[in-house]
């Protein structure tokens, strides 16, 4: 049964809605970067860009790095904004534009975050790199899909009971890394852990500028979390909604995090730019060398 145009919209030159993206556009191993800004910063080491568009927040830019097709999307902040271009990079994949039907054979895209990050830990300094292993959803936007085949009842569990979760907030859902893109990025300059995905960038990330939050302990509690030596090590905006939805569609994901604020001890990165710069490089570089299409 052919979906409806309410639900699958496409622009007038057949592109989809938000991403304005047609299914030849994109490639099979897909970078995705929060800031629509540092999609260039990723692309200036590409050979040639052959395809790139923009609408609102949303910037894509396709080319070849070191003989390999890649493409790069912004994806703006937060988990609500990963709904859409994950949703929307399946819609391109898996179904036909033309029937408005989801094809017979389904396929699989790579995909890869390259973002920024604040640690929860103090060992975990700033201007350091960090895959995380499992993204927990705090947010609750994965709650809207059937994803009993993805959580990880018994961390979620113990970290209900260990922070004393309030029953008014979305229960936490605990969401593994694809293990396959984890052993590509592997090495001695990166940490892993597991990473908190707010829905906010102020509160729901326990900073106080005027307004009271509901637990001012919240960072400290979690920062203090141990499921079998599993920490949580980082918080930030998008992971755990870019594991939940790949997993639930069958793609491979990771999130590579650059720390530019250390939130156990107050610091922040004195050069931003060049941590970013450095993991984009590194990011490249692995992926060349180990991703497949």
């Not at 390999?68 to 904004?81: A, C, E, F, M, Y």
């Not at 639930?248 to 922040?268: K, M």
């Amino acid at each position: 049964m052919p979906i409806k145009d309410s639900e699958l919209i496409l622009n007038a030159d057949g592109s989809i809605y938000h991403l304005n993206l047609k299914p030849e556009n994109i490639a099979n191993t897909v970078i995705l970067v929060g800031d629509q800004d540092r999609v260039e910063k990723v692309t200036k080491h590409f050979e040639t860009i052959d395809f790139e568009t923009q609408k609102r927040e949303f910037k894509t830019q396709t080319g070849i790095y070191k003989g390999k097709r890649l493409s790069v999307i912004s994806t703006g902040i937060g988990p609500d904004n990963i709904d859409i271009v994950l949703n929307e990079l399946d819609a391109l994949l898996n179904i036909d534009f033309k029937t408005k039907e989801i094809k017979n054979q389904l396929k699989s895209l790579n995909i890869v975050r390259i973002g920024t990050s604040g640690s929860l830990q103090k060992n975990i300094p700033v201007d350091s790199f960090l895959s995380s292993s499992y993204g927990l959803d705090i947010n609750g936007m994965l709650h809207s899909y059937k994803i009993e085949s993805i959580t990880n009842p018994d961390i979620e569990s113990a970290f209900i009971n260990h922070t004393n979760w309030s029953k008014d907030k979305a229960r936490p859902i605990v969401v593994k890394a694809s293990e396959k893109l984890l052993e590509v990025f592997r090495g001695s300059q990166m940490f892993e852990g597991l990473t908190a995905t707010a829905g906010g960038f102020y509160g729901p990330q326990g900073r106080v500028l005027r307004l009271p939050i509901q637990d001012e302990n919240l960072n400290s509690i979690m920062g203090s979390f141990n499921f079998k030596g599993t920490q949580i090590t980082n918080f930030e905006m998008e992971t755990s909604a870019i594991y939940g939805l790949s997993e639930l569609l069958g793609y491979h994901a990771v999130s590579l995090n650059a720390i530019i604020a250390n939130r156990a001890n107050g610091t922040f990165s004195k050069n931003t730019s060049k941590v970013i710069d450095d993991l984009i490089v590194y990011a490249l570089h692995k992926i060349v060398e180990k991703i497949t299409d």
